[in-house]
């Protein structure tokens, strides 16, 4: 049974950081390509950074370039993400996921959908203004 878990988020002020983590069980983990998603209200959920197998490769979305960071430890099967420049349009939930289907980084990003791979239970980022 697959399990992901995420953690770290919260609420902070707008230019401020946080560091999110996903672990991950029941697959393994140094096989895949994974991500992160995020989902505000109202708003339909994008891959906002992807992670290949061994972190050689990774995709960002336009608006979190030169801000968020994605890394991964698969020693410690945890996928890790450092939002820094916090803006209050960053202010969603936050998902891990892998999607066995995707091994580039940006199909991930670009292509994942909540009805296939597995997802995590999210993680509530909350930037004020």
């Known amino acids: 049974q697959v399990q992901m878990v995420e953690s770290g988020g919260g609420l902070v002020q707008a230019g401020g950081s946080l560091r999110l983590s996903c672990t991950v069980s029941g697959l393994t983990f140094d096989g895949y390509t994974m991500g992160w998603f995020r989902q505000a209200p109202g708003i339909e959920r994008e891959g906002i950074s992807c992670i290949n197998w061994n972190g050689n490769n990774t995709y960002y979305t336009d608006s979190v370039k030169g801000r968020f960071t994605i890394s991964r430890d698969n020693a410690k099967n945890t996928l890790y993400l450092e939002l820094t420049s916090l803006k209050p349009e960053d202010t969603a939930m936050y998902y891990c996921?892998?999607?066995?289907?995707?091994?580039?980084?940006?199909?991930?990003?670009?292509?994942?959908?909540?009805?296939?791979?597995?997802w995590g239970q999210g993680t509530q980022v909350t930037v004020s203004s």
């Open positions: 996921a892998v999607d066995p289907r995707y091994y580039r980084t940006s199909d991930l990003c670009l292509r994942g959908k909540t009805n296939s791979g597995y």
